[in-house]
Structures are given as structure tokens and as C-alpha cells.
């Protein structure tokens, strides 16, 4: 037996040949024409006085407009409020003492306090919870994002059942101070 391997036959070679000389002058024509530049999480940064300012005062600016602004975003939430009950037909004012802010807080012009939610709005409404978890099961690929959402709304929704049921007239809120809270931590 030979230990020399056999070499392929000419027309083999020169295809190979071809074929490299062509991968080459692709090659060298990629590097000369084709600039790729890295993806901007893997360059350095450059902190330019500018870039620093824009970093630092921005933000300190953005934040004072808001801190000046409050009361009049204050008065544009009361306003969308005000607009949404008389339309709910909930009979929402605008109290005529100012608070310690300075303006005028929401008033509760029912005279009675809130109705609390009755066995039937509760039984409804854990009813549509409950369909709304068991649509969110066979969600998959493009109805996934919907997925998570509709979950954490049917936790949340699931909880205020249970503390309505459990404790149907201890809720601390009245709708205005509820209302007004809401306000407070949404600026905040």
C-alpha cells in the first residue's frame, strides 16, 4: 500500500484556484469600499462639554418647568376630572377654599358619600376579570406583548375585588381626596 494520498485531478485544482482568487479580490474589495462602522454600545463616548451640559441641565431643566408648572397642571387634571364626572354624571365641583397649595380642590356636591359597588357590579365585574386571564392563556407570538398587560390587570382588578369583598365599607379614600391623591402621585 502507497502513503501518498491522491491529489485531485487538474480541472479540480484550477476550479479551486478560480474560486479562491475571486474570494480574494471580493476580500480586499470589501475592506477597501465597505466601511462598517461598530454599533454605538460598543464605541467609547466622548463626553464633550456640551454632551455634559445637555446630560446635566436638561433634566434640571425639565424638572423646574414641572416644579413651576405644578399648579397649573394641578388645575389641567381638575379640569379633565371635572369634564369626565359631569359626563359620568358623578357630581364633581370645585371646592371654594383653597388648599395648601393654594387652589382650589375638588368638592363631592352629592351631599352622600359615594355608593359603594353592589354583590352584582362585583359579581360582573370578577366575571370579566376572570375572562380577561383566561383569554390572556393562548396568546402567543405577535399577542404576546398584550399578554403581560392584560395579567397585571386582572391582578390588580382581582385585588380590589377582594378588598371590597372582604371589607365592603372600610375604604379609606373618599372619591375627591381618592381623586386628588391620584393627582398628587401622578406629579410626584
Not at 387634571?77 to 370645585?94: A, V, Y
Request: glycine residues 8%; charged residues 15%.
Amino acid at each position: 500500500m502507497n502513503s501518498k494520498t491522491r491529489t485531485a485531478p487538474g480541472q479540480a485544482q484550477e476550479h479551486d484556484r478560480i474560486f479562491r482568487a475571486a474570494f480574494a479580490a471580493v476580500s480586499v474589495a470589501r475592506e477597501r469600499l465597505v466601511n462598517i462602522r461598530p454599533h454605538r454600545s460598543i464605541t467609547p463616548l466622548t463626553v464633550t462639554p456640551w454632551l455634559l451640559v445637555q446630560a446635566i441641565g436638561l433634566p434640571l431643566l425639565l424638572c423646574g418647568l414641572i416644579y413651576l408648572g405644578k399648579p397649573m397642571l394641578m388645575d389641567f387634571w381638575r379640569e379633565c376630572i371635572l369634564f369626565w364626572s359631569n359626563l359620568l354624571n358623578i357630581p364633581f365641583t370645585l371646592s371654594p377654599q383653597l388648599d395648601s397649595g393654594g387652589q382650589r380642590p375638588l368638592a363631592y356636591a352629592g351631599g352622600l358619600p359615594a355608593p359603594r359597588p353592589g354583590a352584582t357590579t362585583l359579581w360582573v365585574t370578577a366575571l370579566v376579570t376572570l375572562g380577561a386571564l383566561v383569554l390572556s392563556f393562548p396568546m402567543k407570538h405577535a399577542k404576546l406583548p398584550l399578554k403581560y398587560p392584560l395579567r397585571i390587570f386582572t391582578v390588580v382588578q382581582a385585588g380590589a375585588l377582594l378588598y371590597f369583598w372582604l371589607l365592603p365599607g372600610g375604604f379609606p379614600y373618599s372619591m375627591v381626596r381618592h381623586s386628588e391623591e391620584l393627582m398628587t402621585i401622578g406629579y410626584a
